[in-house]
């Protein structure tokens, strides 16, 4: 009698122990309203979010804007993640270099005043320029074995985007340029008279190739502003007449004409199958990432987002 009341009370104790178990669970973790999203574990809060979109210069307005932002946060969490499991680090030279590349010959110093200016600290800002690193390694080294490429592969992007790859044509010009319609007049009668538009350029142009005789080099249709169009419409040697801008009075001179031409394949390989891998690894990155969210725990919680979008509606009111 005795064991069977042990019996009947050991299956109770088990039930009382796992329902327990099942509702302190749920109780362990409450997002509160500073909590953003919950990633494998590890918190965005809303003190994350507007350090980074203050870092970046972003406005929130909207909740499409703001979910967008907290997504990418989730990605580059998801990534770091992964390179610690991957090992992959950034040494301190690498940093530096990154740091050097991003801004060139500018004073530590300087960097501190500017980030000081928007709120954001120096050591938040090397972070992120940090974390961005090792992103992007282990971006490269979880994709490497992913992105294979054959040459038929490029052969057929190169003739199907084969305008991408032609060379249009293009003129040398010269210019000069006077503040006054009296001057380029003056100017062009000269060159009329055959006096050299390079001499001319050089003692009345008042911008910054005067002196290489107004050479703008080659330039291309689309790449330079609408009142320079008429350069395109010269014959080699051709003077143009007297354009005004909101620079000055132009006179354009046409030096070489080179025709629109379309390289053989072989010529532009290298750039055909840099174009072609980018794409590539976009699309190999595009399913990495959606496989890898599918894998982790990621809980999002837009109710939080909205409030924290209604703060900055209401700030800029």
């Known amino acids: 009698?005795?064991?069977?009341?042990?019996?009947?009370?050991?299956?109770?104790?088990?039930?009382?122990?796992?329902?327990?178990?099942?509702?302190?669970?749920?109780?362990?973790?409450?997002?509160?309203?500073?909590?953003?999203?919950?990633?494998?574990?590890?918190?965005?809060?809303?003190?994350?979010?507007?350090?980074?979109?203050?870092?970046?210069?972003?406005?929130?307005?909207?909740?499409?804007?703001?979910?967008?932002?907290?997504?990418?946060?989730?990605?580059?969490?998801?990534?770091?993640?992964?390179?610690?499991?991957?090992?992959?680090?950034?040494g301190s030279e690498e940093l530096e270099a990154e740091i050097k590349n991003f801004v060139p010959d500018f004073p530590v110093k300087d960097i501190k005043k500017v980030l000081k200016k928007g709120g954001i600290s120096y050591g938040f800002w090397v972070r992120d320029i940090k974390e961005k690193l090792i992103i992007r390694k282990e971006i490269d080294y979880v994709l490497k074995d992913k992105v294979k490429i054959t040459e038929r592969e490029l052969k057929d992007y190169y003739w199907t985007n084969i305008l991408e790859f032609r060379q249009a044509r293009r003129v040398w010009a010269r210019q000069i340029v006077t503040d006054s319609l009296e001057k380029a007049q003056e100017v062009l009668l000269k060159i009329n008279n055959k006096q050299p538009f390079e001499e001319l350029a050089k003692s009345y142009s008042i911008t910054s190739e005067a002196s290489e005789g107004g050479d703008l080099g080659y330039i291309k249709h689309?790449?330079?502003?609408?009142?320079?169009?008429?350069?395109?419409?010269?014959?080699?040697?051709?003077?143009?007449?007297?354009?005004?801008?909101?620079?000055?009075?132009?006179?354009?001179?046409?030096?070489?004409?080179?025709?629109?031409?379309?390289?053989?394949?072989?010529?532009?390989?290298?750039?055909?199958?840099?174009?072609?891998?980018?794409?590539?690894?976009?699309?190999?990155?595009?399913?990495?990432?959606?496989?890898?969210?599918?894998?982790?725990?990621?809980?999002?919680?837009?109710?939080?987002?909205?409030?924290?979008?209604?703060?900055?509606?209401h700030g800029q009111n």
């Open 1 to 90: 009698m005795k064991n069977q009341r042990n019996k009947s009370i050991i299956p109770a104790v088990l039930i009382t122990a796992a329902a327990l178990q099942f509702i302190f669970a749920g109780c362990i973790f409450q997002a509160g309203p500073d909590i953003l999203a919950k990633v494998n574990g590890r918190l965005i809060t809303k003190e994350d979010f507007q350090k980074k979109t203050a870092l970046y210069s972003i406005t929130p307005s909207s909740h499409e804007q703001a979910e967008s932002f907290l997504n990418g946060m989730v990605n580059d969490a998801l990534i770091l993640e992964m390179a610690k499991k991957d090992r992959i680090k950034a």
């Open 222 to 313: 689309g790449e330079v502003p609408s009142f320079m169009n008429q350069v395109f419409s010269l014959k080699k040697g051709a003077v143009s007449y007297i354009i005004k801008s909101p620079y000055g009075y132009h006179i354009f001179k046409c030096e070489e004409i080179k025709d629109a031409v379309t390289p053989k394949f072989e010529e532009v390989r290298g750039e055909v199958e840099k174009k072609f891998y980018e794409i590539k690894k976009d699309e190999a990155f595009s399913a990495w990432m959606k496989d890898l969210r599918q894998k982790s725990e990621i809980k999002i919680f837009p109710e939080h987002l909205n409030l924290l979008v209604e703060e900055v509606l």
